[in-house]
């Protein structure tokens, strides 16, 4: 896979990173949210060292990203437990259907 070097700004700090092609826009949202959280991370803890604010904005995002994976395994759970009761009750209607059938042949 190629790519180039691209300058974002964290923090109002330039950094240079490397770009698969095409993600250029990904990679500049990404830069662009990830400053956005870290000054929110300096404004709310009032912390002035630029490693310590990344280390709290990382940990702020682990957690958030824990809860999102905990909410979609409960919500996956939830659907296919939707998805084998239906399941169920399309077999049992079928069984139904299929036992009807065989008495009305012999009607």
């Not at 190629?2 to 923090?11: K, N």
């Not at 870290?38 to 280390?55: C, G, H, M, P, Y």
């Not at 979609?72 to 059938?101: N, Y």
């Amino acid at each position: 896979m190629s790519g180039h070097a691209m300058d974002i700004r964290l923090l109002d700090r330039n950094y240079r990173v490397m770009c698969p092609d095409g993600q250029e826009s990904a990679l500049r949202e990404a830069a662009r949210q990830l400053d956005q959280r870290l000054n929110e991370t300096k404004s709310a803890t009032k912390l002035t060292n630029v490693e310590q604010i990344a280390v709290m904005t990382a940990l702020n995002i682990c957690h958030e990203w824990i809860e999102d994976k905990t909410q979609q395994s409960k919500h996956t759970a939830a659907l296919e437990d939707k998805v084998r009761l239906l399941q169920a009750t399309i077999e049992k209607a079928m069984g139904e259907q299929a036992s009807s059938q065989d008495g009305d042949e012999y009607n």
